[in-house]
């Protein structure tokens, strides 16, 4: 059984820092010493520092945002629209916006520049990768809607200054990047070439997301795949089906699983250890349950502060930590729902609608494209009424959203 070890280290910051004038921006670049490794640390020093970082960042968004003047139980992003009352300009930000998923129109927020790597990397992406004991120079393959300037279907570079595509920071990742053009060109070929190239190359890390983790296990069983595709699988953006999670689990597809997420509007971030445990990064920032609402605090939201806020996810926290046999502290944490997809300012609900004429049932979203998924070939006719339906719908023609006839 793990044991904890007392850290001068955190008896000295909060020495400090206890009767210290805040808010105050030091007090974070000080924490960055303790912050990674606080989580296995004794239960009562975690505490006493969180509940100095929530206070830390409560005034300074008392001081700076005007919009905290005012009494909401906690904040949405409908508070949030007037800038000129959230922003802080005095902080060093770089201008960031979400994708719109969940109204379809994109949300603008301020993104505090340093600590961009160490958030993103240090106790995220490159944390994972420690984790998960995968070696200096991985390969990874990642397989999300990229499109490479090659006509072949992958290309294999280590020259990429996104962290994304390395999976961190620490790593020189041979990348393997696939070429979505050729899905888009015909899918059981796409999905034939992966699964031989998986086969005939050792990959360390499989990047993607539950949508295309949908689709893999489907192909994996219409071509009776047999074998590892790779040594982990990192999920991100949406949670793994727990059938395709069970399936994965029963075929042996991938020596380990890890199912994470940071989301920058409100900074909830989670990660699924060696252990299958979900941990919630308290470290980062703070998440708790509201009538089932996941209400988020990030103590290094200092362009744009987030505070008690709302991000659209419903969830189910614990109130009680307990140590994992990882050796951190972990409050339970379970997704109910997460926030609704939406798309051109659409919930995906109403395109479910008229989907459900066809006797259609499943569609995967994108901000820019549908894919509607069914077991038969949709006749002509109806592909015709099903496009000008959904494109009146959203406002839309053929030429500003893809629309995708997939038969699984």
Known sequence: MFKSKKDYKIDLFLKKWK?????S???????KDICKNILFKEQEDLINVTSLLKKN?????????????????YVEKKHLLDKSIWYVKSAETSSMATSGSTTGIPFEYLRWEP????????????LILDEFLIKRVPNILLFFDTFISSPDFFEVRNDSKNFMDHHGCKRKAKVHYVNFNRFKENQDYFFKELLEYVRCNEIDVFFTSSPRINSLCHYVKKYNFKGKIAKLLSNTNEKL???????????????DICDHMRCWDGGATFFTCKEKNYHLMDNISWSEEKSSKLITTDYFSLGSPFVNYWNGDYCKIGNKYERCDCGRLYRDFEFLE?????????????????????????????PESLEIVTRYEVPKIDRENIDKSINDLLGTNDQSLKISYIIE
């Open 19 to 23: 009767d210290h004038k805040l808010p």
């Open 25 to 31: 921006e030091s007090l974070l670049f000080e924490y």
């Open 57 to 73: 960042i409560e005034l300074w968004a008392r001081k700076h945002s005007p919009v905290y003047g005012s009494s909401f139980d």
């Open 115 to 126: 600590f961009l790597y160490f958030l993103e990397c240090d106790n995220h992406y490159d």
């Open 241 to 255: 089906l727990s059938q395709d999670l069970k399936f994965i689990q029963e075929n042996e597809l991938f020596d």
């Open 338 to 366: 997460s926030r609704p997809f939406s798309i051109k300012g659409k919930n995906t609900i109403e395109i479910k609608e008229i989907l459900k004429k066809f006797n259609i049932n499943q569609v995967r979203c994108s």
